[in-house]
Structures are given as structure tokens and as C-alpha cells.
């Protein structure tokens, strides 16, 4: 029985759902691109004061920096740390974040390498944050910048690298530091801004730090596959049992969901709060709580997606595992999810329409730019059975956002096939850094490109990790990992202050 | 006496002048970035039949590739010729011209160079027109196109360097050919946009003739005098007195415009149809010619500005000296500049508002992003002594336009002071041919930036002399420039089928 505070909370919910749906429509759940975002839980990290110490500062930067049609420009947000600076004289350098698809406050207070490293390299330290996030938002206030199509048409990753090109030279400008060197840093999507930057901007920067950074999962550069297949093998390593049980629940699922009262016992199984609609809305609600376990399979406790145990994966796998014989699968899914769901205990019921990634920025860019190809087969993969297919995209996407997805647009811009070749021939200075645990470390770059443009990867490391705070708990192959990388960035700009000393001395 | 036909041409051409000036009006004078454009004759070079042999094509493009605005596309007009082509199973080249600001069938006309060189190549032609040029006006019309900023807005370079890289994918996945290597050729502000696909598209082609390409003649990267000192240093070089003619009669000019009745002594002694209604409007007639004199200083008799002699300044300064010793500076002037406006004698009177520069895309361009900083200083140049100044020319675009210009716009985006050292970090397989003669030389790449960035320069070239159709006359020089870009186009293309070969036998 629902308690009358459970029945509020459900009215005020059903409020919101209406109100969220009528200016934004989820994406079909099979669009993996979503996942990539982890805008959502920035709400409620950011009830915390910032870890670091920063000002926060505004430019006022064009909307479109590729036309000249009339618009308002807007005040982009960003953080500035001086404080172990060596200044304009020294050439002292610029670390900088390419802020992705959030509150840039909350990537600043979970990107501590940075933080961490900037001293020792007498760094300023900068966070930019993306158009359309946080405070930088286009028309004055988030409810203008979201309300159509028109007005969010421009959130898109070209003009957030215009953004950054901008307020870079603009910056050395004023603090006459032109000839300091500039160093990007960026974590999956912001990995993918910063790594395209290199190649876009090459003239703004010496080097980029790409953590897990998708930048070939698009059209057909990777196996549609790639990504369940990897969430599917994490769980696979931990438990072969954990991993079947997992795959036979979509079928249990299916099957009571088609009985007389079978959503009833299914709300009843899983502590949902309003009876399901459909089972669909279950396995949706399940194959995301994978998807991000796998990202966040970090070797530690932490409170980055959700409050979750260190390896979590291993987590919910013992807690598949280790129900006696006789329980059902259902119980032990339900069991397992709670890991994701639920580590704090907390939770007495979940609201699956309480999805937090609702009414957010990158489900229009999944809907515009970032077409993800997502699949998943029979064979290697834990999850349903299901085809990408462009055409019911298009649609929903059309449905959802009034506007046509271009999947082609990406890879005309930053190169298709032909990337990684270009990246070798006229890039430098990036490093790609990914965890192989991290299902989006399969559209990454996972082989060095060239001398200068490398591969980093760990066996056991999850989403961006590298880019984390140290912890006493750091395993040696990530302070290996952090240690390489401070390596790469020192050596770039030693290479950077020997030509300029070789320029000055001529 | 005016015949009544000169009154009907007069009457005409003033309400002609009416209409253009309501929707658009001539630059500040001193803006020498409308030099650039050598839009203004092809109207009439068009009234001939096409030289060479292409299909007329039309494509699709989104009017904003930067955004996701809903916008009418519009229809992008290309020439294409497979006559030649290898195809694609001998992974046959494509050579493209990137149209610059006028109607491609022109550009097609006097780029000689290319049809020539296309057939021992086996290459397919592709002349892709510039948006908002010729017949790829979007709205539907130009008039619709170029009534006011807002529908203009989306005529930058940025949007024009995307046009070609989408056109030459679909173009490539259509016909199954995207192996082929393509090779980029553009002159002028074409050969700006060849060389920046290479830095900003490097993934799209193999490699670029950048033909007379002033990608430095922004901000502060050449001294602003440059332009105006390489005109005055072509008239110094045929004749230092012819030199002096000019530097002195500016000034006489204007004595004669401030007395009574002067202006009607100048209108008389000029041959302009309509009276002065200032000196300075005379001045800028003779600016303008001097300037294209010095771009179309070509060895032999062209039709490309104008009808015009070969050495067309040896020309002038011949006529300016070879009067008698009495005849007054203005006398010697006029008979000079005839040369230029009125080679083939059958021009009664000359018509000031007449000039053909009126109503152009270039003047947009000008006023946004080609912001070319221009001055004259009283040792070095021959022209009347002006400095640059940023603010008037703002207030002028604001004025004429509607629109503020961007003048740190292109050094943002295609890299400024750092635009040679990311060439040579960033970039492979360019040639900036100039000629010493053409004023935009100056502002272009004088010294090879790296093995593969070369620059080929002649000593008595001018304005993308090399581009043109082989002739009789053509110097030695010229043969032999034109056979250096055939070899580096065999040397790109070699090393690309040696790749392509080597990743096969792998």
C-alpha cells in the first residue's frame, strides 16, 4: 500500500513528467548515444561546495560564430584558477578543460588530475563551460535556450570549439600571455572536444589529454555492437553464471509482462513505485543501470554517476550469485540492480519515469550531431537482441525534437574512415587515454597513431578514471597511467619552450 | 554633346545605380580587400560560350551546416567532367576548383590550367560554385539572397570550405569513389579556400594549389602598406617618372577640384560622362584601375579584367611618358589610365558609378570576415597617404550592411601570427604559387613552410597567372612554374597510390 506521502510524491511526479515531456521527449531507449552523458546526476553532486579553489568569470560569446545573422550573444560561464601561474614572462601554461555536457562546476570537482597536476607545472588552470549547460545558456535562461528547435539549433560541437577558440585567444589577449602555451583536458565527450580541437585548432593548442573519448563511434567507423558487447563482457569476467542470469531475465521479463496481473508482479518484484505500463519500461530501466555500472566500474568507492562500492560490477554480480538456489531470476536482477539503484538503502520505491536524463542538452545533440550507432546481437551480447536502425531514429528523433538527425555530419567535419589517418598525418600531441572496462572505450583510439599521438590504456580502468582525484585506493597501473600522462604533457611543452628558445636565440 | 542613345545609357544606368545602392553600397574606398574580387566583369565574359566541356549540375546543401536552424536549402551549382576519369577501380584523381566569389562558369573559363592538365591525369573536374555566387543563390533568388543581413548572413568562407567537403563526399559515395584521391586548385580568394580545406578538411584531399592566395593579409600579419606598395613598386619598376606622373597628381587633382569650375574641368579632361561631384570619386576610379592594372599585369593580352595589352604597366607608363614635355600631368594620367579603361577605343565616356564592383557578395565579405587591413605611407607608395583604420571602417559596414565585422575572426579560426608554424606542423602538400608583380603576393606565402608546403613564386607574374590557359607567348618562367605544380600533383598522387598500395598488400 502506498503511504499518502509515497501518493503526493507520485502526483508531483506525473506534474513534472507532463510538464518535462511537453518541451522534451526521451530518445528511443536503443539510442546508445545517451549513455555517453553523465549531465544528469550534475543536480545533485552539485549541492556540494566546489572542491577547488576558482573564480568564476563570464565572456560574452557570439551564438553563432559561422553566420552573421542577428542573434543574442550569451555569457559563457567559466572557472579561473591563477594561483600557481608562472604568468605571461615565464610562459607560464594554460591547462585547460573542454567542459562537455554539463554543469561545468561539476566537472571541475570531478576532473581533480588536473587540479592536482597544475601546480607542479605552474599552470592557470581554466574550465570553460559548454553552451547550452550550466549557467552558459543562450537567450537568458535555460527555459528560453531549450524551448524549440529554433532556439537550441545552436548546441552543437563546432560551436563549442568556436567557443573555446575564442575565449582562449581572447584571454591571452588580455593577459598578454599569446606566447603561453595552452594544454586541453577532456573526458569523454569534452575528451572528444578536446581531441578534435587538436585537429581543428591546431594553432590553440600544443597537446590534448582525450580521456575516453568516443571519437569513433559513429556511422559505421566501429561495430554497432561494440558498446553492449563490452558492458556484456564486464559482466562475463566477474560471473559467467551473473552474466547468464542477466540474459535470460529479458525473456522472464517479456513472458510474465504478457500474463493476466504479470506487470503487477513485475512492480511488485522490482520496488517500482507506479505499476508498469509496459515491460519494456523495465528493461529499459535495467539495461541503463548496466550500461552505467560498466562506465563507473571504478577500482574504488565512489559517488561520480551514483553513490556506488568499488568495482561495482563484481558487486552486483555477487549479489546475483550469491541468492540460493531456488530464487528466481527476477529476484536475483532485482537484487543486482539495487547495487545501482540502491547502494545507500535508501530508496523504498524507484521511479522509472524519474529518469534523470529527461530534459537535457545532449538528447538533442544525440537527436542532431552525435548519432551513435547502437546495436546488440545474440551471440556476445548480454542484452536483447536489437538492430540500429537510422529510419525509426530519424523519426523519433523528428518526433521528439522537430528536427533530422545528420549521421553523416560528424564524419564529413572530423573525418570518417579517414580519421585516424589524418590525426597521423597532420596531428600531434594527443593522447587518448581509455579504461577497457569502459564500453566506450571500443569507439576510441586504442592503438597508437603515431609518435606523438597515443595510445593509453588500462586493462581495469572505467570511464575517464585517469581524470579523477588521486585516492589512497589508486591501484598501481593508475598511477602508472597518471604518471605517463604527466610525462607526455611535460614533454610537450619542454618541446614547446626548446623551439621557443631556438626562435628567441636566433 | 551627348547623343540621345548616350542619354538613354546615362538614364539607365543611373536608375540602375538607384536599385543597387537600396540594397547594397560601394566600401570605404581604402578598403582594399574589394581588389580581391574579380566578380565584376564576368557578367560580361559569360555572354561567350563556355571554352571547355562539363555537365551543369546541381546539389543540395543545408544553408547552415553549423547549426540546426530550419532554413531553406538551397541548390549548389557544380560543372563536372568525367570525360577523362580513370574511375573508380584505377582509383581515378578528382581534380576541384574551389569556386571563389563569382559565377563558376567563368572561374571554369579562365582556369585553363586544370582542363589542361586534367586528361593526362585521368582526373575527373569538378568546379563546385561558391554559395551566393552565380546560380547557387539560396532563397531561391539573388534578390531574395541579398536583401539584407539576415539573408546574407550565411555567406562566409566557413560555411563555403563545408559546401565542398559535403559535396565531395556524397559526390565520392554516389560513384563508389572514395578511394580517389582528390587534388584542390582555387586562385585568388579560391586559393585561400583551397588552402584552408587542407588545414581545417585535411581528411577530404590529398593536396592544394593555392594560386595567388593572400591567406596574411589579416590583421597585423603583413604591414597594411604591402597591397598598395607592390602596385606602386610595378608602375616604379617600368618607369620612375611614370612612378612620379602619379604620386604627383594627386594632388593637382585635388587643387583642381577645390577651384571654381574645377570639378567640370576634370569631368572634361577625364572623359567622364556624368560631372564630378567630388575629386575623390575620380581618385578612387584611378586607385582602382592602378590596383588591377597591377593584378592583370600579365606578359600577354588578356581579356580576364579587361581587355588589356600584355604588360599592361609597361603599357601605361609608356603612354604617361611618351607626351610631349608641355602636356599636364592630368593629360599624362589620362592617357595612362585609358589603357585600362579603354584599350579597345570604344569608349566615349567613362561613367564613375558605372563601376561594376556594386552590387557584390565580395562587399559582404569584405564588411564580415575578409576584414584586410589597407594603408598607403607617402615614401614607398604612389597613392595618396591614408592609414587603416578599423573604427570608420566598422561604422562604414555597419552603415552599408547592417553588420559589424569580425576582424579576429579568420586569424582565430585558420590560425593568425601561428597560421605558417601550424602549416608546417599541421599541413602536407600545399603549393602558394604568386607572382611578385600582383599586389596580393604580399599577403601570401613567400618561403616554403615546410618539404611538402612550398612556395613557387615568379618574378614577373601576376594575379594566379599559372591557372590560365596555356598561349603561345607564355615566357619560359611560366612554362616552367606550371611544370613544377605538375610534378608536386604527380609527387602527391604517387605517394598517395604508394600508400594505397601498401595498405593493400599488407
Known amino acids: 500500500m502506498a503511504t499518502p506521502w509515497q501518493c503526493l510524491c507520485l502526483i508531483l511526479i506525473l506534474i513534472i513528467s507532463i510538464l518535462c515531456q511537453a518541451s522534451s521527449i526521451q530518445l528511443p531507449s536503443k539510442n546508445g548515444a545517451r549513455y555517453l552523458s553523465i549531465f544528469w546526476s550534475s543536480n545533485r553532486t552539485l549541492s556540494v561546495s566546489p572542491k577547488y579553489n576558482y573564480e568564476t568569470k563570464y565572456f560574452q560569446q557570439k551564438l553563432d560564430h559561422f553566420s552573421f545573422t542577428h542573434l543574442p550573444s550569451f555569457r559563457q560561464r567559466y572557472l579561473i584558477n591563477t594561483q600557481y ?11 585547460l578543460y573542454c567542459g562537455n555536457e554539463g554543469d561545468i562546476e561539476w566537472f571541475a570537482a570531478n576532473t581533480g588530475f588536473l587540479w592536482e597536476i597544475a601546480p607542479r607545472f605552474g599552470a592557470m588552470v581554466i574550465f570553460p563551460e559548454h553552451r547550452y549547460y550550466g549557467e552558459s545558456m543562450p537567450y537568458g535562461s535555460k527555459e528560453e535556450a531549450y524551448k524549440n528547435a529554433t532556439t537550441l539549433s545552436y548546441l552543437t560541437a563546432e560551436q563549442a570549439l568556436a567557443d573555446y577558440a575564442v575565449l582562449i585567444i581572447e584571454l591571452k589577449r588580455n593577459l598578454s600571455a599569446q606566447a603561453c602555451p595552452v594544454v586541453l583536458f577532456g573526458g569523454s565527450y569534452g575528451g572528444m ?25 559513429f556511422e559505421d567507423l566501429v561495430p554497432p555492437e561494440t558498446f553492449y558487447n563490452i558492458v556484456s563482457n564486464d ?28 506487470l503487477a508482479q513485475l512492480t511488485k518484484t522490482f520496488h517500482i513505485c507506479r505499476e508498469l505500463e509496459s515491460a519494456d519500461s523495465l528493461t529499459n530501466w535495467l539495461e541503463s543501470a548496466y550500461s552505467y555500472l560498466a562506465m563507473a566500474n571504478y577500482p574504488y568507492p565512489t559517488d561520480f554517476l551514483m553513490p556506488l562500492p568499488g568495482n561495482p560490477i563484481k558487486e552486483v554480480c555477487r549479489k546475483i550469485d550469491s541468492l540460493p538456489d531456488g530464487a528466481s531470476v527476477l529476484q ?20 522509472l519515469d524519474d529518469d534523470p ?8 545533440q544525440a537527436c542532431t550531431e552525435m548519432i551513435m550507432p547502437m546495436a546488440s546481437n545474440r551471440t556476445t551480447s548480454m542484452f536483447p537482441e536489437f538492430y540500429y536502425d537510422p529510419k525509426s531514429n530519424e523519426e523519433q528523433c523528428l518526433k521528439d525534437y522537430h528536427v533530422k538527425p545528420r549521421p553523416t555530419w560528424i564524419t564529413t567535419e572530423f573525418g570518417g574512415h579517414a580519421f585516424k589517418s589524418a590525426l597521423k598525418a597532420f596531428g600531434s600531441n594527443i593522447i587518448f587515454s581509455n579504461g577497457l572496462l569502459d564500453p566506450w572505450s571500443g569507439g576510441s583510439v586504442l592503438k597508437d597513431v603515431s609518435d606523438t599521438i597515443v595510445a593509453l590504456i588500462t586493462e ?47
Chains 1, 2 share one sequence.
Open 85 to 95: 601561474w608562472l604568468g605571461p614572462s615565464r610562459l607560464g601554461p594554460i591547462f
Open 235 to 262: 559482466f562475463r569476467r566477474e560471473s559467467m553464471s551473473c552474466f547468464r542470469s542477466i540474459k535470460e531475465s529479458w525473456d522472464v521479463i517479456n513472458k510474465v509482462g504478457q500474463i493476466n496481473g504479470g
Open 460 to 506: 581495469k580502468g572505467a570511464h575517464h578514471l585517469d581524470l579523477r582525484a588521486a585516492t589512497a585506493e589508486d591501484p598501481d597501473w593508475l598511477l602508472d597511467q597518471r604518471s605517463s600522462e604527466i610525462k607526455m604533457i611535460r614533454d610537450w611543452l619542454d618541446e614547446y619552450y626548446g623551439e621557443k628558445k631556438a626562435t628567441f636565440s636566433m
Open 193 to 217: 572536444l578536446a581531441a578534435w580541437m587538436r585537429l581543428k585548432y591546431p594553432h590553440i593548442s600544443i597537446g590534448a589529454l582525450a580521456s575516453s573519448a568516443p571519437v569513433l563511434q
Open 357 to 364: 536524463h529527461g530534459m537535457s542538452g545532449w538528447n538533442w
Open 332 to 351: 536475483r536482477i532485482f537484487e543486482g540492480v539495487s547495487v545501482y539503484y540502491n547502494y545507500t538503502g535508501k530508496v523504498n520505491c524507484f521511479n
